[in-house]
Structure formats: structure tokens, C-alpha cells
């Protein structure tokens, strides 16, 4: 098959990149080469002719979006509205890669695909504009991922959560991290994987929650990842009320998937997921 995987650099790009290519034609774009906002530039995906176009550029950084929702909704909506045009013009599979913030976090229990969508800040707003638009394309997924983490780590953000805690304690820095804040850390190699064998499956077109397995505070995450690196920094736990933040978010966004065990498709436990990526970024020797 011939695949269009727009935002081809980024920290789930990459890892899609290598998923894809040994059986695939993968043509990597970056923001350079096609600008999803404009309309025009994504019209030349129509010399490319491809079987699948997968979209992964978004604009994610949550406090900012606040402050310029054009250029929020430009990316995370308008793109996909004209991905989703062009994908149906030459009868494309689109793929939209949305997230855990277009829920409100006040289930305050794992969100399943069947769950309504209630987002709470501008950033959630976009994404969920984004999924409306996919679905003008019939032959659509959307895949809803949440709290990534990869070896290439986050465009426009300098790495991830874990790279930046793993840092921070090198440098004997005190860290705070809040611990009442609920979501499911996600491995984004994990997640290609499941990218890659929904395609080859052709499950039924729609949308699946793709996150490893189980949930935890971004405290108890960061505890995962110093007992792992056998690191002790000066760790204390605060509440969300105790940081300001111009976008609001969810207490509790973590995400489970009813759609994939039906097809033996389970993802597994994030705290496996993160020891295979501190392996892999040798940050811990495989025993």
C-alpha cells in the first residue's frame, strides 16, 4: 500500500515511520512539505494517489492554545477538514490522530468510545473539531492516543515527561508533580504497533482508544520511572489547584479500549511499556 504520514518527525511520526515502511510505500511529509491548514497544498496529495493518508500534525501545546485559538483551530481543524476533503476526492482511508482531552475528566473513570465527548479547553475543542471533519470521510479512523511518550519525543515541546523528570533528578533538582491528575501513559512504539495491525486487520472503520493499559497521576508516574532508573530525586506531590494554568484540564482523562480486545488487539500495561522505552533509550540495562 501507498501511505501519506503527515507530521512524519514528530514522536508517534517516527515511530509510525518504522512500523510502516518494511511492508509499505511510506511517504513522510513535514510541516515544509505540506501546510494541512492550506488547502491547496494538501490538493497535492492528489499526484501522490495514496491508499491511506495518515494525519498526526497538531498543535498541542494546551496553555498556548488558549491564548491563539486561530492558529489551534487552523491545525487541529481546519487540517483535518481538508485532509478529510481529499481523502474522499480520491478515495483514501483518512486517519486522524485525536486525544484523551476531548472529554471533561469528570466521569472520573477510564473514557471508553462510547463515552460523549465534553471538552473543556480550546485545545479539546479543536481536536474534537478535527474528529467531526474526519468523519466526512467515510473510510475514517480515529485513533485517540494520550500522555505519549517515544524515543523521538514531543515536536515543539523539547522531549517528554519522562526525559524531563529523568534530567531534572540527574541535575539533583526538586521536583514537584501533581497527584491528582488522572491519565494513561502511552509508549508511542505501543501504539504504531496497533496503528500498523489495525491497517493490515482492516477493522472496521470508526474510532479506538489507543493507550497502554491502566492509569495512574502523573505523581505516581514519575515514581515508576525513578524506581526504574534506581533514581532518587527530591520528589513531592502537590494538587493541581497548587499550579496556575491558563487552560483548564481534566482531573481524570485516562482512556480504555472496549473496541480492540473484541479483535485480540489489547495494548499492554503502561508500566511494562515505559521499562521497554527506558530500555531502549538506555536509560536502564535490560537484565
Not at 512539505?33 to 492528489?46: G, H, I, M, P
Not at 480550546?122 to 470521510?137: H, I, P, R
Not at 479512523?141 to 524515543?151: C, K, M, P
Request: hydrophobic share 35%; glycine share 6%.
Amino acid at each position: 500500500m501507498k501511505i501519506v504520514l503527515i507530521g512524519s518527525t514528530g514522536q508517534l511520526g517516527q515511530d509510525l515511520m518504522m512500523m510502516l515502511q518494511p511492508n509499505n510505500e511510506v511517504i513522510g511529509l513535514t510541516h515544509q512539505n505540506l501546510e494541512v491548514t492550506d488547502y491547496n497544498s494538501v490538493q497535492t496529495l492528489k499526484d501522490v494517489k495514496p491508499n491511506i493518508i495518515i494525519n498526526t500534525a497538531a498543535f498541542h501545546k494546551t496553555d498556548q492554545c488558549e491564548d491563539e485559538p486561530l492558529k489551534t483551530f487552523a491545525v487541529n481543524a481546519v487540517g483535518p477538514k481538508n485532509v478529510a476533503a481529499i481523502s474522499k476526492e480520491i478515495s483514501a482511508t483518512n486517519i486522524f490522530i485525536s486525544t484523551d482531552y476531548i472529554f471533561s475528566g469528570s466521569k472520573n473513570k477510564p473514557y471508553t468510545e462510547d463515552d460523549a465527548p465534553d471538552p473543556i479547553n480550546t485545545y479539546g475543542v479543536s481536536k474534537l473539531a478535527g474528529e467531526l471533519f474526519t468523519k466526512q470521510q467515510p473510510r475514517h479512523y480515529i485513533f485517540r492516543v494520550a500522555s505519549l511518550f517515544g524515543v523521538a519525543g514531543a515536536s515543539g515541546k523539547g522531549g517528554n515527561f519522562v526525559e524531563t523528570m529523568i534530567t531534572k533528578a540527574k541535575k539533583g533538582q526538586a521536583i514537584t508533580v501533581v497527584d491528582d491528575m488522572w491519565m494513561s501513559p502511552t509508549y508511542t512504539k505501543d501504539a504504531a504497533e496497533t496503528i500498523k495491525k489495525i491497517i493490515e486487520l482492516q477493522l472496521p472503520f470508526g474510532t479506538y482508544h489507543l493507550t497502554n493499559q491502566g492509569q495512574c497521576t502523573w505523581f505516581q508516574f514519575a515514581q515508576e520511572i525513578f524506581n526504574l532508573t534506581d533514581l532518587a530525586p527530591d520528589l513531592k506531590r502537590i494538587k493541581t489547584s497548587q499550579i496556575h494554568t491558563k487552560a483548564k484540564r481534566p482531573l481524570f482523562s485516562a482512556l480504555q479500549s472496549i473496541k480492540l480486545p473484541k479483535y485480540n488487539l489489547e495494548m499492554r500495561n503502561w508500566k511494562k511499556a515505559l521499562y521497554s522505552y527506558l530500555v531502549e533509550k538506555e536509560h536502564i540495562i535490560n537484565t
